[in-house]
């Protein structure tokens, strides 16, 4: 059964993807020059949903930069604009 669920929108439509508590979920998502991975996993010790965010450098330069967030997330956290 999926615990994790991603979609993505482009020019093609809209697709879905799912991730199990077990095997937990990666999306990437790059421009030329900047781009984010996410990964998603079950912490089986605390219970919770633990999430990583990174940088890096694109489709240009696709090497891994600092890590923008890395633990959990609750429904109070923001996007600043």
Same mark, same amino acid.
């Given at each position: 059964?999926?615990?994790? $669920?991603?979609?993505?929108?482009?020019?093609r *439509?809209e697709?879905?993807?799912?991730?199990?508590?077990?095997? *937990?979920?990666? /999306?990437t /998502? $790059?421009?030329?020059?900047?781009?984010?991975?996410?990964?998603?996993?079950?912490? %089986?010790?605390?219970?919770?949903d /633990?999430?990583?965010?990174?940088?890096? *450098?694109g489709t240009?330069?696709? %090497?891994?930069?600092p890590?923008v967030?890395?633990?959990?997330?609750?429904a109070t /956290?923001?996007?600043?604009a």
């Amino acid at each position: 059964m999926a615990h994790f $669920r991603a979609t993505i929108k482009g020019q093609r *439509g809209e697709a879905s993807r799912l991730g199990s508590k077990s095997q *937990g979920m990666r /999306v990437t /998502v $790059r421009g030329w020059r900047a781009g984010l991975t996410i990964t998603a996993r079950h912490d %089986e010790a605390t219970g919770e949903d /633990v999430f990583n965010i990174a940088s890096d *450098g694109g489709t240009d330069n696709a %090497e891994q930069a600092p890590i923008v967030l890395d633990g959990t997330i609750d429904a109070t /956290v923001r996007a600043k604009a």
